[in-house]
C-alpha cells in the first residue's frame, strides 16, 4: 500500500508561484502513473497534470505553460511547479498514485487571492 503526503499549500497573491510536493512511502520507480488534481469548493474534482510511464506528461488546458509537473525518483517525491497563479487556481490539490490500486494524498490547499 502506498501512503503519499503532499504539502507546499498556502496563500499566495496572484501572479505568484508556488511548489507543491508528493512524498511517496516507496518507491515511485515502478508507479506507472502519478498526478495531480484539485478540487474547489463546489465543484468536481479535476485532473490537472500527470506523468506516466518514464517521464510523459499531460496537462489541463487551463494550466499548459503555467505548471510544471516533474519527479525525482531518488528522494520518492512528485512535484507540481505553479507559476503564474490566477484565484481561479484555488482548490484542494491532491497527489494520486495508481500501481495495481489507485492511492490518494489528504490534500494541501492553495489560495490564490490579493
Known amino acids: 500500500q502506498v501512503q503519499l503526503v503532499e504539502s507546499g499549500g498556502g496563500l499566495v497573491q496572484p501572479g505568484g508561484s508556488l511548489r507543491l510536493s508528493c512524498v511517496a512511502s516507496?518507491?515511485?520507480?515502478?508507479?506507472?502513473?502519478m498526478g495531480w488534481y484539485r478540487q474547489a469548493p463546489g465543484k468536481q474534482r479535476e485532473l490537472v497534470a500527470s506523468?506516466?510511464?518514464?517521464?510523459?506528461?499531460s496537462y489541463a488546458e487551463s494550466v499548459k505553460g503555467r505548471f510544471t509537473i516533474s519527479k525525482d525518483v531518488k528522494e520518492n517525491t512528485l512535484y507540481l511547479d505553479m507559476n503564474n497563479l490566477k484565484p481561479e487556481d484555488t482548490a484542494v490539490y491532491y497527489c494520486?498514485?495508481?500501481?495495481?490500486?489507485?492511492?490518494w494524498g489528504q490534500g494541501t490547499q492553495v489560495t490564490v487571492s490579493s
Open positions: 516507496e518507491s515511485i520507480f515502478s508507479i506507472s502513473f
Open positions: 506523468i506516466q510511464g518514464g517521464y510523459s506528461t
Open positions: 494520486k498514485a495508481i500501481h495495481i490500486d489507485a492511492y
